[in-house]
């Protein structure tokens, strides 16, 4: 089935946080014992060897993130350079943009020997949004521009002994490189009896961009997968079937440059002869958009005469090396014929974070209903509900004072119902089947406290906490069909 959205596990881009395919989906966001078809691809690759029959997918999925809303906030607001009561409260978003997205999928097998697979999210919104945040201001990390990213995995699985097959893909990100070369040429001219305003001091200004280079790579994480049918050896446990993946870490890196010189060519100061000064700015700024940890998932499944299925997963993530997207001063150079201040030269982003890794669960089941059979094109007609239950550990275990990242635990609850039948238009010589989920994410509710007795950048002016909770409903559809 195809890769829509949905589950629990709070990693990074749609597929991480909201899970894939509407099957899946719906039955609690997890199952990698029991996936095989080209979601396999992503979820656990050793699952592809299970596709028995040629098949595509396309469906579409929809988030929408309630946050509890943030209070007024101390800020610059009038962009006085000071912070008083003469700063206008901050109004801060909680809330982040819908995820919404295409996912597609189509796996098969090649002689019986291995299947292949391929899954792919696209958001709809954009492509590729690429944003840092203010650190000082409240943020929900996870659910930001992570969200609006593409994914796209293939892989091969194939059995290499009775009842247990392995697997290997490659989920595929991106990376990015960005050159800014730029000169600024100004004009002062000192001040005339004449003069009334200090904007007649200022003369042309110039501005000239010289080169500006994006360039996106292709960045890659590999991913293993195992899956094991004990009731190949012991008739008696014929229907278990345990799981296993490792998905290893990556991230959308921008690593930029900037070149910027600023000339000013200063007229009439005194008794000073006319000169031009020069100032060159040299930086590279290290930015990573998103933050995909390495996670270890297993799981176990059992299913019973196509009749039902249940399954339950465990996934261990590892967020210790996250890297929260703001961007970071690496280094920087200021030359000046006038000055040197290269030692003063500060990240005006630094932030304090501590993060551990986390354990989630989730689990689910499949009804299958009893088949109808009919004397048409339609052949048949199977009905199947779905049902599951999940539960993430937040990340996050402390800040410092100049940080207000905002995250919770996270329980899920999801449906899903499923039709299947004979395609009566005989488009493709098999079986089609629409599938539809519905999933309901509640944060836990927290505060963040944030007193303070004078006004400081980011605290709220009234109260001395940051709400944290909300809840995220999560729906879709997909269509899918073997040929």
Excluded: C
Excluded at 246 to 264: C, S
């Amino acid at each position: 089935m195809i890769a829509l959205l949905l589950s629990g596990i709070a990693s990074a881009t749609v597929p991480d946080l909201y899970g894939l395919g509407a099957r899946f989906s719906g039955a609690g966001g997890g199952g990698i014992a029991l996936v095989d078809d080209g979601t396999a691809a992503y979820m656990n690759p050793a699952g592809l060897f299970y596709v028995r029959r040629p098949h595509a997918g396309i469906g579409f999925g929809v988030g929408l993130h309630r946050f509890d809303p943030i209070p007024g906030l101390y800020w610059d607001t009038n962009r006085d350079g000071s912070l008083n009561e003469l700063d206008a409260p901050l109004q801060v978003e909680a809330s982040t943009a819908p995820a919404t997205g295409l996912h597609v999928e189509a796996g098969r097998n090649v002689g019986g020997k291995f299947g292949l697979g391929f899954s792919a999210y696209i958001p709809t919104n954009t492509l590729i949004l690429f944003e840092m945040f203010e650190p000082s201001l409240p943020a929900y990390f996870m659910y930001d521009n992570r969200l609006q990213r593409f994914v796209a995995a293939g892989g091969v699985g194939g059995e290499i002994l009775p009842g247990i097959s392995v697997g290997a893909s490659i989920d595929v990100l991106a990376k990015a490189d960005v050159d800014v070369r730029m000169t600024i040429d100004a004009t002062l001219v000192g001040p005339q009896p004449e003069d009334e305003d200090l904007e007649d001091l200022v003369g042309e200004i110039n501005v000239d961009t010289h080169h500006l280079a994006l360039r996106v790579k292709p960045a890659f994480a590999p991913v293993f997968g195992i899956q094991i049918h004990p009731g190949a050896w012991v008739p008696a446990l014929e229907g278990l079937a345990l799981g296993a993946t490792f998905h290893g870490a990556a991230g959308f890196d921008v690593n930029t440059e900037i070149d910027l010189q600023a000339n000013v060519n200063v007229v009439d100061v005194g008794d000073l002869d006319p000169f031009v000064t020069a100032l060159v700015v040299q930086a590279n700024l290290a930015m990573l958009d998103h933050y995909v940890p390495p996670r270890i998932t297993i799981g176990a499944a059992y299913s019973r005469a196509d009749t039902f299925s249940v399954y339950a997963d465990g996934r261990w993530s590892d967020w210790r090396r996250l890297v929260l997207n703001v961007a970071r001063v690496k280094d920087a150079t200021i030359n000046s014929p006038l000055v040197d201040i290269d030692e003063n030269i500060t990240d005006g982003n630094a932030y304090g974070l501590l993060v551990r890794p986390v354990w989630a669960v989730r689990a689910g089941t499949e009804l299958h209903l009893p088949k109808w059979t009919f004397d048409t094109s339609w052949r048949y007609l199977r009905l199947t509900a779905r049902g599951g239950v999940g539960y993430e550990q937040s990340p996050l275990i402390q800040q410092g004072a100049d940080t207000s990242v905002l995250d919770s635990d996270r329980t899920t609850f999801t449906l899903g119902a499923g039709a299947e039948f004979w395609d009566p238009f005989e488009l493709v010589d098999g079986a089609v089947r629409i599938d539809a989920f519905f999933q309901s994410h509640q944060l836990a509710r927290r505060a963040l406290d944030r007193q303070t007795d004078t006004p400081r950048a980011g605290y709220p002016v009234e109260g001395g906490v940051i709400p944290i909770g909300g809840n995220i409903l999560v729906f879709g559809a997909q269509w899918s069909f073997d040929y």
